[in-house]
């Protein structure tokens, strides 16, 4: 009935198709949905089937992504695009496990579109299930520990409508995220209150409870922005398995502390030996070091303009750089510096 009342009216409730089901929850997963709704009408009209998707180059994919953040998400939908395009004949898996096996799709995924696409009774488990059955239950049990998904999966699927499972895992999320929020919960005007055990204990705010965070990593980026006599840029793929990998970047520095002056950034035992000889001009761009967080790493960036006597190759000019699909950091840094 609440759910019935109060259901938010978005484009991915609107079909059962798989594809945009999928696609609606790899794009929302760890990103808000004002700020994923535009990303998934943009996907939509470049990617309207999944023949698209799949036949797109992965550098399309990653710059209609940019902004967006986790990047592995991106590669993942493009490549389980390209899978079930290439060897399911573009048919959508149709059920449970055999949509767990899918690249970039774990069991809340897999649930979410199992239930709304298929009616098959999986329950969805997400920050917005833990918080409302943990208040409601009074579950201690941290939802960042290794025990908690299974725990929370089966109280759920205890809770579930066999009959309707897609409407009752919406409706689950739904009532979290618009009534039983992290913050402020309306808790005296909740259906479900008389029977809350965090409300009448009167700790509704302990829950859900979590271990302690993470520590957060702090690294320091020197990108070197470099320059030829025809006003060229040299820029490159960042290969690797860390962060943003195949995004382009400018050349990179990595180093233990702030570099603060042409000198010491000469100095670093990376900072290649042709520069040394062909540099005429060498500045620090931005004044103060730029912080960039992550999830669980705090990025101190610092831009140097470097130009060079020489003509060199494989670069690119502005134009070409603006098209590719480069860290948020670098596309600030591109629009008010080009």
Known sequence: MWYAENKRSFLWRESR?????????????????AQGLPYYQRFLESFPTIKSLALANEDEVLKLWQGLGYYSRARNLHHTAQYIYHELGG?????FHSLLKLKGVGDYTASAIASICFDIPEAVVDGNVYRFLSRYFGILTPINSSAAHKEFKLKAMQLMDKDDPGTFNQA???????HCTPKNPKC????????CSAFNQGKILEFPVKTSILKITKRYFNYLVVSDVQGKYLFEKRSGKGIWQNLHQFPLIEST???????????HPNYPEEFKLKTTKIKLWNVQPIVHKLSHQKLIVNFWLIEL???KVNTLTKESIK????????????EEFF
């Open 17 to 33: 198709d798989p594809y945009k089901v999928w696609l609606s929850e790899i794009i929302l997963q760890q990103t808000r949905t």
């Open 91 to 95: 048919n959508f898996p149709d059920t």
């Open 172 to 178: 689950l999320m739904e009532f979290g995220s618009l």
């Open 188 to 195: 005296f005007d909740c259906p479900f209150s008389e029977n």
């Open 257 to 267: 502390k702030t570099l603060k002056s042409e000198k010491t950034l000469s100095a």
């Open 309 to 311: 006597n020489e003509k």
């Open 323 to 334: 098209k590719l699909a480069v860290p948020v950091v670098i596309q600030n840094f591109i």
